[in-house]
Nanobody
Framework: QVQLVESGGGLVQAGGSLRLSCSVS????????MGWFRQAPGKEREFAVA????????TYADSVKGRFTISRDNAKSTVYLQMNSLEPEDTAVYYC?????????????????????WGQGTQVTVAS
């Protein structure tokens, strides 16, 4: 059974930082690209950041570039999202997701529909 479990969300003041974690089980973690998506109230789920298998490459949405950083620990089957300089517009439920990538695939995946597995989400609220 595949499980992705996010943690680390919460309430933070604007300008603050949070680190989200996503613990993954049931898949060969290093064979999957990982992504973080977010969904604000009344809006569609949108791409934030992704990496390729083994974390070799990363891609970021313009809205988070320079403030958010994705990283992973393959030994722990965990992916992280470090969020700095948070803004009220970052308030959303954050989801991690996994997409199987063949060995030759070097490009991170930003399309929501391509992802195979999803976590349940963790709430991030940024107060102004």
């Amino acid at each position: 059974q595949v499980q992705l479990v996010e943690s680390g969300g919460g309430l933070v003041q604007a300008g603050g930082s949070l680190r989200l974690s996503c613990s993954v089980s049931g898949i060969t973690f290093s064979s999957y690209g990982m992504g973080w998506f977010r969904q604000a109230p009344g809006k569609e789920r949108e791409f934030a950041v992704a990496d390729s298998r083994n974390g070799g490459r990363t891609t970021y949405a313009d809205s988070v570039k320079g403030r958010f950083t994705i990283s992973r620990d393959n030994a722990k089957s965990t992916v992280y999202l470090q969020m700095n300089s948070l803004e009220p517009e970052d308030t959303a439920v954050y989801y991690c997701a996994a997409v199987y990538l063949p060995y030759s695939a070097l490009t991170p995946v930003s399309s929501r529909g391509d992802y195979n597995y999803w976590g349940q989400g963790t709430q991030v609220t940024v107060a102004s």
